[in-house]
């Protein structure tokens, strides 16, 4: 009793404390009030964007205040519109835009920040003009998306219409593509449940204050229908507490084994045009590519059966399995079978070109408190190029490494295993086998790309 008693006093003394803050608070919001608007304002000219924006989330009366054009007209003008180098013609145009009459709330706010992210992509934009001549992307693909603040939201609406929008978990870049994980505990419906998903790209513009949340801009990058995904999920892995399914390429639904709950989602992006895939779109519109055709050529026959490069690595949200480019990949008219052409990179009878994996495939995740290993899964990330070295069909998606129970080889003594993947323009099967010396060696890789795809690319009728 007497150790209650010496407590009870302090706990009113921080009520009593509290409540002097309260009323402290309300006091100076009533003595704000009071003043005319006209004094507010000119109090609110001597902050910066920062310091207005963050204002603004106060109350009703601040964010109407920090709206103010005059404020955010200066702001402009000072910040933006007093540059010493001399601007283009094009440049002054969307700085200072010509309006006649009464500039609408919020106007020069809504300006000041849209040409804070038009400044800021032009200075890095510049990151994405050097191409890998292995991979034909940007080869700084993730220093440009981390400089323009780019992340990735996932929006889950279940059966109910009821949407939850989950911040990303954590990511993690590779060569060629970026993983994205999700796990939101009790926030992630049961599997079940997930009518629909949304995939956003976020860009956050950078302000000067830390610890401030920042506007952002959205660009839709999928939108799925879960009724149609999980008509036919594809199990990949699995491990002693949770299953991994594949619903379409480049999405993996963990589920806790015997409850159906979801633990995590994970996407896997390729690079190719991500970094406009991820920002140059609405919150309700994906970006549009524009459509460059390759040219025509009428003279050579095999036009668009030669000149294919190949990179490809497998990989796990953790280390790197194999990283190799292959080119003058080619398929000849006569070796066209099934509405396919075949590209093959690595033959099974050309035993200089076999490689050594550097470790066994594997796809480590992890959730809140807890982590695991599936084995034989992995990452996939494959490029092809045309005989122009763009991209002709870029690839990014979990895979399963399967055992050959009926396979034999004389050349190897071991287990052998397949990877394929499957789409309607692409498909990859790739050939491996883990040596008694406990060694593992890609024997085949072979590429086969439908004709449909390369006629439309290359405008040809085969």
Not at 6 to 29: C, F, I, N
């Amino acid at each position: 009793m007497a150790s209650f008693k010496a407590v009870t006093p302090r706990l009113r003394a921080g009520r009593a404390s509290k409540r002097v803050d309260e009323r402290t608070a309300m006091s100076t919001q009533s003595l704000f009030e009071r003043l005319p608007p006209e004094i507010l304002v000119k109090i609110l000219s001597h902050l910066d964007a920062s310091a207005l924006l963050s204002l603004s989330h106060t109350n009703k009366l601040f964010h109407q205040l920090a709206s103010n054009n005059a404020l955010w007209k200066k702001l402009y003008i000072t910040d933006l519109g007093n540059n010493k180098r001399q601007k283009t013609k094009s440049e002054k145009v969307q700085l200072l835009p010509k309006k006649t009459g009464d500039d609408p709330v919020g106007y020069w706010k809504q300006l000041y920040f849209k040409t804070v992210a038009h400044r800021d992509m032009k200075k890095w934009k510049s990151l994405l003009g050097a191409v890998s001549s292995h991979t034909g992307l940007p080869s700084q693909t993730e220093q440009a998306l981390r400089n323009l603040n780019v992340t990735w939201e996932l929006t889950i609406t279940d059966m109910s219409g009821c949407e939850s929008t989950l911040e990303l978990s954590w990511s993690h870049f590779s060569e060629t593509s970026v993983t994205l994980c999700w796990c939101g505990g009790n926030f992630l419906p049961d599997y079940k449940q997930v009518s629909s998903l949304e995939l956003h790209g976020v860009r956050r513009i950078a302000l000067c204050r830390s610890g401030l949340k920042k506007p952002n801009r959205k660009s839709l990058m999928a939108k799925m229908d879960m009724q149609l995904l999980t008509k036919s999920p594809q199990v990949i892995g699995q491990d002693q507490i949770l299953q991994l399914e594949l619903l379409q390429p480049g999405i993996i639904f963990g589920l806790w084994k015997g409850q159906r709950s979801v633990a995590f989602i994970m996407f896997t992006l390729h690079f190719y045009k991500l970094v406009e895939r991820s920002i140059q779109g609405s919150s309700d519109c994906y970006y549009v590519e524009p459509i460059i055709q390759a040219p025509f050529d009428d003279i050579d026959p095999e036009y668009g059966l030669h000149g294919y490069q190949l990179h490809i690595v497998l990989h796990n949200a953790e280390c790197k399995f194999m990283s190799e480019s292959f080119s003058q990949l080619f398929c000849r008219r006569a070796d066209i079978s099934d509405g396919f052409i075949q590209l093959t990179a690595i033959s099974r009878t050309g035993f200089s070109q076999h490689i050594q994996l550097s470790g066994n495939l594997t796809l480590p995740w992890r959730c809140e408190a807890l982590e695991g290993t599936v084995e034989n899964c992995c990452i996939m990330s494959l490029t092809l190029l045309d005989e122009f070295r763009q991209p002709f069909s870029c690839v990014a998606s979990p895979v399963s490494v399967e055992l050959e129970k009926a396979a034999v080889s004389y050349d190897y003594d071991g287990e052998h295993y397949l990877i394929r993947y499957e789409s309607s323009d692409i498909q990859v099967k790739m050939q491996l086998v883990k040596t008694k010396k406990k060694k593992q060696l890609v024997i085949s890789l072979i590429v086969y790309v439908s004709v449909c795809f390369v006629n439309k690319h290359f405008r040809r009728d085969y």
